[in-house]
């Protein structure tokens, strides 16, 4: 009928609009701008749908951001440290994206779904000793953390989160300038304490005369 064609153009109308704000990370509440600007830094894999109807649905700052922050969590423990596939569990996130916008959940039960999928016991993805295995398989081919495909992320934020702490008033550069294929004069180094001779965990690890070698 006309009045189902009206209501269902009029659903992308405004489904056009939160999707602006996802790609965008643009949002009114700085909060959830913040958490906006994270996933898009972890590419969002299967949450983009599901976002965009929380968005559409939800009008409690609060509420979207502890989504967000499950999202975000799952992205980062389960995709980039437990190195599962990218489109892991991607059908039953958008059969939750159906089940939510139709009302049949709430944004609650939607939380607690994604949470499940990290930490339950039985269907809980989270695997830190397939991290850690994949780190050591890194040292034994002289690479370490370099080739680890969620470095650049983790550091990014850890560097956030110091810059939050210490309540600097200076701005890091873009993430994209960081994570960019052909940013090939951003680099990750690793610095050797120049006062290690101070400190008695580097003198007892490293007892070379010459610690020039590691800097």
């Known amino acids: 009928t006309k009045e189902d064609i009206f209501t269902y153009i009029l659903s992308l109308q405004k489904s056009i609009i939160q999707w602006a704000k996802i790609i965008k990370a643009d ?86 779904e994604i949470k499940k999928y990290i930490y339950d016991k039985k269907e809980g993805l989270l695997d830190v000793k397939r991290f850690c295995n994949t780190i050591e398989k890194n040292y034994d081919k002289e690479e370490g953390f370099y080739s680890w495909k969620g470095l650049k992320y983790f550091l990014y934020e850890y560097e956030l989160f110091l810059q939050e702490k210490a309540k600097s008033p200076k701005t890091l550069l873009p993430y994209e300038m960081y994570s960019a294929k052909n940013s090939g004069d951003i680099t990750i180094e690793h610095i050797f304490p120049q006062s290690s001779n101070d400190i008695p965990y580097w003198k007892k690890n490293f007892k070379t005369k010459d610690s020039s070698i590691y800097l």
């Open 27 to 112: 949002h009114e509440d700085a909060d959830v701008k913040l958490w906006l600007d994270k996933l898009n830094r972890l590419h969002w894999r299967s949450f983009r749908p599901l976002a965009m109807a929380v968005l559409l649905k939800e009008e409690d700052s609060n509420n979207i951001v502890e989504f967000l922050k499950a999202c975000e969590r799952f992205n980062f423990l389960i995709i980039e440290i437990s190195e599962r596939y990218s489109n892991v569990n991607n059908s039953s996130f958008y059969a939750l994206t159906k089940n939510y916008y139709k009302g049949d959940k709430g944004l609650e039960d939607v939380i607690a």
